[in-house]
């Protein structure tokens, strides 16, 4: 019986070590965002985005779809598949863990930032790498490096 004891509790640490770790950081993309204080303006005053992440197969089809195909989450989308959907308010910025799931089929990321008024949207397109440094600005998204 202690024979059995031993096992089991042996058993228990071993996968608890395995469940424990969390993502594997090989399958995340770290994002840093930083938004500016004009962000979506509009009626005067500026508004938070919606962030959408992508795992792209075929850029120039993303690059190419309708807004309305590209609005989704965790589903199908026109040259790959949606990822998850963030929220961020003006004059911010956060960092963020995307996962890159399947990226030796998916090559790149996209990105895509729902400006809710007027409606519209911008969207990027960059290869999978360990990091991605996003500025969104009223209108827009610049990928930016470490000097920027």
Avoid at 42 to 63: L, N, W
């Amino acid at each position: 019986m202690k024979t059995a004891g031993w096992f089991v509790a042996i058993l228990a640490v071993l996968v608890a070590a395995g469940c424990g770790g969390g993502p594997d950081p090989d399958e995340q993309v770290r994002v840093k965002v930083v938004t500016t204080e004009n962000l979506n303006f509009y009626d005067g005053s500026a508004h938070s985005v919606d962030v959408y992440f992508y795992k792209i197969e075929d850029p120039a089809a993303f690059e190419a779809a309708k807004q309305d195909a590209l609005l989704v989450e965790g589903e199908a989308v026109p040259g790959g598949a949606a990822l998850e959907r963030r929220a961020i308010a003006p004059d911010k910025s956060a960092l963020w863990n995307v996962g890159k799931t399947g990226h030796e089929r998916y090559t790149h990321i996209g990105v895509l930032v729902d400006f809710k008024e007027p409606e519209g949207v911008a969207r990027m397109v960059h290869e999978w790498d360990d990091e991605l440094k996003l500025r969104i600005d009223a209108r827009a998204i610049l990928a930016f490096t470490e000097n920027d």
